[in-house]
């Protein structure tokens, strides 16, 4: 009885191996993204370069985690996060673009790394870090591929991403829920805390 069953079963098996083997769900291609990069690198591959209205530097991408910059970039496609030049940016990629870029600017180096910073412009938000820790690093690495490194980040675009999670421009229920009792002057020493790490840095445009 079992022999018959597992005859007839077993064509099957093989054509469902090879649905699932020779369809290999996309894997990403850094090659492609540097292509697709290039009007990216536009604004991110700038040192320093300024959002207009309200005025912060775009984020660093360089040492980002991939998957992290894959959810980032999903948020802006649909109404998780408001911004119009991304949302507008984010709009045309396809799933495998998202992919590819990420490989792409994930690929361009680690994260750099240093003794912590705890002086200076950094000392004030030294103690107010303590509870963004587990998630984001002591320094500011986070230990999980999707959650976001901070070190290194642009003050003001900390200071300003961190405002969005206050006030609905980004809808992340984790997010919202860790800053919704931060004062002005919190955010900006933790912004502080955390610009002053050794970390992030921006892609260098090339062409
Ligand atoms: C006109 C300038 C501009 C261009 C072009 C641009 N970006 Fe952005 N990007 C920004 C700004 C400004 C932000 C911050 C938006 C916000 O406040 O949420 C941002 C945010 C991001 C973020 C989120 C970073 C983080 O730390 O959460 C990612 C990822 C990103 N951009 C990737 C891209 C990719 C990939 C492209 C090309 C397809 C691109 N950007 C094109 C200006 C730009
Ligand atoms: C439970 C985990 C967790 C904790 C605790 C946490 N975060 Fe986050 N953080 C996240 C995740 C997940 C994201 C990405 C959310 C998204 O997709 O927009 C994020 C994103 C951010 C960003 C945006 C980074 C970027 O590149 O745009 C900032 C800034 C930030 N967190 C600051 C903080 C601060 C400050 C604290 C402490 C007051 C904190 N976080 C606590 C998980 C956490």
């Not at 998957?67 to 030049?85: C, E, I, N, S």
């Not at 999980?144 to 999670?165: R, T």
């Not at 984790?174 to 919704?180: A, L």
């Amino acid at each position: 009885m079992l022999k018959p069953l597992r005859l007839f079963l077993t064509p099957f098996a093989v054509l469902l191996g090879l649905l699932l083997t020779g369809t290999p769900a996309m894997a990403q291609d850094a090659e492609r993204g540097a292509v697709l990069a290039d009007t990216c690198l536009g604004c991110h591959g700038i040192k320093g370069y300024r959002n207009a209205y309200p005025n912060y530097r775009v984020p660093k991408l360089g040492g980002q985690n991939e998957d992290y910059l894959v959810l980032a970039l999903q948020g802006y496609q649909g109404d998780a996060r408001d911004h119009p030049t991304m949302n507008a940016q984010g709009a045309s990629l396809t799933a495998q673009d998202i992919k590819d870029l990420s490989a792409y600017f994930a690929g361009q180096g680690e994260a750099r790394t240093g003794e912590l910073v705890a002086g200076g412009r950094a000392a004030k938000g030294k103690e107010k870090v303590a509870v963004c820790s587990a998630c984001h690093g002591e320094a500011g690495i986070s230990p999980a591929p999707n959650w976001p490194n901070l070190a290194g980040q642009h003050k003001d675009y900390l200071m300003h991403s961190i405002k969005q999670y206050q006030d609905g421009g980004r809808k992340d229920p984790v997010m919202m829920g860790q800053v919704i009792n931060l004062t002005d002057q919190d955010i900006k020493d933790i912004a502080a805390f955390y610009a002053e790490q050794a970390g992030l840095f921006t892609v260098a445009y090339s062409n």
